[in-house]
């Protein structure tokens, strides 16, 4: 029997934690009924599940439940929320800003609206991955209706400065939207405090299931309107069409229950199990840190390293841990990470990155087997580099 390698990937995905599994699972069988279904008590328990779901999730982040609309995953909300604001405020503005770094699930919906007309600003960062707030003030027209910042980084994990932003663009009545894939029951979270008009969810970076998202979208001070890029049904106060996926809103909820109430104690967890990969890894010499070191996931482990071959280190890596070098959702192309070319990396620095995403479920032992690994690899292929050049 094979060994499978060490896990370490969970900005891409996260396995389903068992006991939300055991929430689940009565939905598929016993509870299976349609939540639009109210004139029988199969459709009244689906109602019930949905709601508590609903409650969880404004819970979580200081919103309200009707204020929470059900998606297929954040990639859906990021483009509901964009495209909607898009559609719904064009006579006032058809001018967007985002920042480079974002996911592609908000830079292609905005590159999208382009082609309709409307201006798009992308933001530079600094080096260290975060926006500089001047910037986005300079950047400000009369005619801007929509900043889309990303909560959390996917690749580097750097941690936005969002009640600012949301301050900055409350004072201009400009919707401020996060996608926030990264961050729900990881870091606190109040659409409140923040003046947060627009946020994407979604259950699987948090071991839940994958499917389900969510956007919330605020009612009031000041309310919101969305063009609903799905029709049929009227489902979701018409926002979003659709029979609801009972099961996975259920897991959905929690998810978010386990990780609000697991959130202290797993950041100073996985923010040691960081530090003691960092610091391994750390004593080689040309092995660069990509992002903010403080304003960033617990989790999170991005490193550039010098004079090794991009493709020969992520094989090397692989028969003992499961890594990546960029964002899951674009690993079928053969670019660089546009989020570490925004830090100003080279093409070939940003080939030879690492993202070790730590999760729930890995120990201290696995990560000295990972940083041991590593660090032998990264040893062998810069001295058969140096053999290679010699000859």
């Not at 400009?174 to 606190?188: E, L, N, S, V, W």
Request: glycine share 8%; charged share 20%; net charge neutral.
């Amino acid at each position: 029997m094979s060994i499978r390698p060490i896990y370490l990937d969970c900005h891409a995905t996260t396995p389903v934690d068992e006991r939300v599994l055991a929430a689940m699972l009565p939905y598929f069988t016993e509870h299976f009924g349609n939540p639009a279904s109210i004139s029988h008590v199969y459709g009244w328990e689906a109602e019930a599940a949905v709601k508590q779901t609903r409650e969880i999730l404004a819970a979580a982040i200081n919103a309200t439940p009707e204020e929470i609309v059900f998606t297929s995953g954040a990639t859906e909300a990021n483009n509901l929320a964009i495209k909607g604001v898009a559609e719904a405020y064009f006579k006032k503005g058809q001018h967007i800003i985002t920042v480079a770094t974002e996911h592609s699930a908000v830079l292609d919906p905005c590159n999208y609206l382009k082609t309709l007309g409307f201006e798009i600003t992308i933001l530079p960062v600094k080096k260290d991955g975060l926006i500089d707030l001047t910037e986005l003030e300079k950047a400000f027209r009369p005619e801007t209706i929509l900043v889309s910042v990303m909560a959390a980084n996917n690749e580097i994990g750097v941690l936005q400065p969002l009640a600012e932003i949301g301050e900055m663009c409350r004072d201009r009545q400009i919707i401020f939207h996060t996608d926030a894939a990264q961050a729900i029951g990881k870091i606190p979270l109040d659409v409140q405090a923040m003046k947060i008009d627009l946020m994407s969810l979604t259950a699987h970076k948090i071991y839940g299931p994958k499917g389900i998202g969510a956007l919330y979208v605020r009612r009031r001070n000041p309310r919101v309107q969305l063009a609903p890029q799905q029709h049929g049904g009227g489902h979701e106060r018409g926002m979003r069409s659709g029979t609801l996926y009972t099961p996975q809103i259920v897991g959905f909820g929690k998810a978010v229950e386990i990780a609000l109430a697991e959130q202290a104690t797993e950041t100073q967890r996985l923010t040691e199990l960081r530090q003691r990969l960092w610091e391994q890894l750390s004593q080689l010499s040309g092995v660069h840190l990509n992002g903010h070191p403080q304003a960033r996931l617990a989790g999170n482990l991005n490193i550039s390293v010098e004079g090794v071959d991009g493709a020969a280190l992520l094989l090397g890596l692989q028969p003992v841990m499961a890594v990546s070098s960029g964002s899951a959702c674009s690993s079928t192309t053969t670019a660089p990470s546009h989020v570490l070319t925004a830090l100003g990396h080279s093409q070939k620095l940003a080939y030879a990155s690492v993202r070790f995403g730590i999760g729930r479920f890995n120990t201290q032992e696995e990560i000295d087997i990972v940083a041991k690994h590593a660090i032998a690899t990264i040893q062998s292929l810069r001295n058969s580099a140096f053999v290679n050049l010699g000859s």
